[in-house]
């Protein structure tokens, strides 16, 4: 079945700092990724996708890099804010063809602290 | 602007209770899930509706069911609730037919089993 490992947290890191959290996933297929992120007392945002090898998501800041020869969708961001403390969450969904459902399945979740 | 809004924040419920856990959404998506989130588990799908009366099991479906009468409301149900039970659960909406698009999630539900 599919599944999803994320490096395992917490994270602890000062602002300015880079970030990188590990995602590697095992499906069959070719997969949509996916991250979201959740921020103290809500749910889950999106906070970027791609959709096959090689695509790069990006948003506020961050960057994640659809790698099919590793199975891999690392997250980055160069230069962390406070603001970016939360849960981030990595996650895939299978594309069968056809109508697809969008089902999610998630990996373990990574806590971020940032500290001034 | 999307919405998708499960009926409370916090429960605290009895164990034996019948539970009820509301989630409506306004952007007339078809399909819907219930996931339920555990530290160091992340979050695992525990049914999900691909249109109005129509439902399908997810991960961890064992006491639990659903109900959906509606397109915009999707209604998770612990028959018997137990502390095991105790959890955040999460509800979300999806355009379907489209393979790419996002899932929209609700603020949660922070559910206590004594």
């Known amino acids: 079945g599919n599944s999803v490992t994320q490096m395992e947290g917490p994270v602890t890191l000062s602002e300015e700092a880079f970030l990188t959290i590990n995602c590697t996933y095992t499906a069959t297929g070719y997969p949509s990724l996916f991250w979201y992120v959740q921020y103290p007392g809500e749910g889950l945002q999106l906070l970027l996708k791609a959709t096959k090898a090689d695509d790069k998501g990006s948003n506020k800041g961050f960057e994640a890099t659809y790698r099919k020869e590793t199975t891999s969708f690392h997250l980055e961001k160069g230069s962390v804010q406070v603001s970016d403390s939360a849960v981030y969450f990595c996650?895939?969904?299978?594309?069968?063809?056809?109508?697809?459902?969008?089902?999610?399945?998630f990996g373990q979740g990574t806590i971020l602290t940032v500290h001034p | 602007d999307v919405k998708v809004t499960q009926s409370s924040r916090y429960l605290v419920k009895r164990t034996g209770e019948k539970v009820f856990l509301e989630c409506v959404q306004d952007?007339?998506?078809?399909?819907m899930f219930w996931y339920r989130q555990d530290p160091g588990l992340g979050l695992r799908l525990i049914y999900f509706?691909?249109?109005?009366?129509?439902?399908e099991k997810g991960d961890i479906p064992e006491g639990y069911s659903v109900s959906r009468e509606k397109k915009e409301r999707f209604s998770l149900i612990l028959e018997s609730a137990s502390t095991n039970q105790t959890s955040m659960y999460l509800c979300?909406?999806?355009?379907?037919?489209?393979?790419?698009?996002?899932?929209?999630f609700g603020q949660g539900t922070r559910l206590t089993v004594v």
């Open positions: 509706s691909y249109d109005v009366k129509m439902k």
């Open positions: 952007m007339d998506h078809e399909n």
């Open positions: 996650a895939l969904r299978a594309n069968a063809g056809g109508t697809s459902y969008g089902k999610l399945t």
């Open positions: 979300a909406s999806r355009v379907q037919g489209r393979l790419n698009t996002e899932a929209f």
